[in-house]
Nanobody, 119 residues
Framework: QVQVVESGGGLVQAGGSLRLSCAAAASFGSINDMGWYRQAPGKQREVVASITRGGSTNYADSVKGRFTISRDNAKNTMYLQMNSLKPEDTAVYLC?????????????WGQGTQVTVSS
């Protein structure tokens, strides 16, 4: 069906950088919008950034100017370059992929990758 796998998380000091990757594989349809979300302990899941198939992007105010989302449609892979990381960026980062096919659009989530920023 559809597989979504994140990678690239880890432990980094405040001010450091990490690059997350999300690889999607769909046995049907085409991959449309993709997005990064994050969820910290005790908090609701929030959108970090999103990107359309055509490359249009949106960012949460809290990450504008620090994070950059991109994608490679040929590889069905999305990236999140995170710079100037802050302790408040600590969370599980999840990839969301929307697949269009069979007359509808479907949403799929990866398992998430932990990002921990130490002060």
């Amino acid at each position: 069906q559809v597989q979504v796998v994140e990678s690239g998380g880890g432990l980094v000091q405040a001010g450091g950088s990490l690059r997350l990757s999300c690889a999607a594989a769909a046995s049907f349809g085409s991959i449309n919008d993709m997005g990064w979300y994050r969820q910290a302990p005790g908090k609701q899941r929030e959108v970090v950034a999103s990107i359309t198939r055509g490359g249009s992007t949106n960012y949460a105010d809290s990450v504008k100017g620090r994070f950059t989302i991109s994608r490679d449609n040929a590889k069905n892979t999305m990236y999140l370059q995170m710079n100037s990381l802050k302790p408040e960026d600590t969370a599980v980062y999840l990839c969301n992929t929307r697949v269009a096919g069979r007359g509808a659009e479907y949403s799929y989530w990866g398992q998430g990758t932990q990002v921990t920023v130490s002060s």
